[in-house]
Every structure is written in C-alpha cells, then in structure tokens.
C-alpha cells in the first residue's frame, strides 16, 4: 500500500488566494483527519470523517478554511482567502475505526503550507 | 485547551543512555494512550501505545510506563540511538478516534 498521499508537498502563495490540498487515504480506511502543525500550537486537529461525513470541525480556525470527501478515496482542504498565519504544515491521516478508541492513525507526508 | 501537558521540551541524550519523556493529562475520559515519532520533513508514526488497564507495555527498547492514579504516562527509550533522533508526541483519544497530542519533545542522541 502506497500509504496516505497528500500533494501538493510544498505550496507557496500570496495573501488572498485560495489554497486546495488534496488527500488520498489507505484504501480501506474509514476515517480520515486534518491536523496543522505549527511551532506555537504544536499538532492540532482541524476536522475529521468517518465514512465521508464531517463528524467534529470544531478545530477549524474559521470560515475561510472548509474540507469535504466527496467519497472515500478523495479528500481536500480549502483556505479561501488564504493569510500568512495559516502558514503551517497540514497532515492528513487516515485510519479503520472499528467501534473501540484507539486505531491507529496513519499520517500523509504533509504539505507545507507558505503564505506571502 | 490544553489537555496534556508534556516535558521536557527538548533533550539530549548521549548514545546508550535512557530517554525519558514525560506527559501529564487532566481528563479522565481517555482510554488511549499513543506516543507518535516524528523525524523532519515526515508525518507522525505510531510507536507504542498503552491503555489505561496495565500499567507497563515494552516493545523493544522502548517502554511505556502508566500512573492512572497520578495521571500521568512516560516513555523510556533505553540504549538510546543516534537513530532515535526524532520529535516525539505523547497523545490522547476518548470516544471516537480523535487525537490530543502533547506539545512534543525534541530528541537528540550524540554519539
């Protein structure tokens, strides 16, 4: 298995633009998480899916930034318009939850995120 | 908010010494508990992980040691390597799948 996919690995952009990052979980995986990662805040949960439906966003900053998945391969993070705080790294993971806490997460390479 | 709280920051370590990180939780809702590696430029990896009905699991080099009562958990990496040289998160999960990590411990290994 080629493992979570993420791409783009690196995006650099401008104040204002809009930013998509794409996800492909392990096939077979249910649910499917966004983080951020940055210096001051560490690792931080943005979202996640299970079985494509958004089940807890409370962790997204606000409403520039939206994720859907349209379908259990396919996932995207949007930043609409983009602000140079949002620089960061963004992880996708994706994992078979079966009922019982504790599955293990399986996390994408990143895509780090620079916003001029 | 901050739901665990991890120390130290960073460490250093010289080759065959033990490492040891720490991690202390508030809420006792959480029945998992996972440390993550994580070396530059790659995402998190699990490494160990330990629920809260025993109170040590070894894998190899690496030992996970659990307080429920003191609510705390550590990792103890022994004969420490210049290969272990990674950031490493200690982490919480409740109902559902969702992960809490600590703020991370920098390692470092001198050979």
């Known amino acids: 298995d080629a493992g979570v996919i993420q791409s783009p690995r690196h995006e650099v952009t401008e104040m204002g633009q809009e930013v998509t990052l794409r996800c492909k979980p392990i096939s077979g995986h249910n649910s499917l998480f966004w983080y951020r990662q940055t210096m001051m805040r560490g690792l931080e949960l943005l979202i996640y899916?299970?079985?494509?439906?958004?089940?807890?966003d409370s962790g997204m900053p606000e409403d520039r930034f939206s994720a859907k998945m349209p379908n259990a391969s396919f996932s995207t993070l949007k930043i609409q318009p983009s602000e140079p705080r949002d620089s960061a790294v963004y992880f996708c993971?994706?994992?078979?939850?079966?009922?019982?806490?504790?599955?293990?997460?399986?996390f994408g390479p990143g895509t780090r995120l620079t916003v001029l | 908010q901050q739901q665990v709280k991890q120390s130290p920051q960073s460490l250093i370590v010289q080759k065959g010494g033990i490492s040891i990180i720490n991690c202390a939780y508030e809420n006792t809702a959480f029945d998992y508990f996972p440390w993550y590696q994580q070396f530059p430029g790659k995402g998190p990896a699990l490494l160990i992980a330990?629920?809260?009905?025993?109170s040590e699991k070894k894998e190899g080099r690496f030992t996970i040691s659990f307080n429920k009562s003191a609510k705390q958990f550590s990792l103890h990496i022994m004969d420490s390597q210049p290969g272990d040289s990674a950031t490493y998160f200690c982490a919480l999960i409740g109902d559902g799948n969702k992960l809490v990590f600590g703020a991370g411990t920098i390692l470092r290994v001198k050979s």
């Open positions: 330990i629920r809260p009905d025993v």
């Open positions: 899916f299970n079985n494509n439906v958004p089940i807890d």
């Open positions: 993971a994706s994992s078979l939850t079966s009922g019982r806490a504790g599955n293990e997460q399986f």
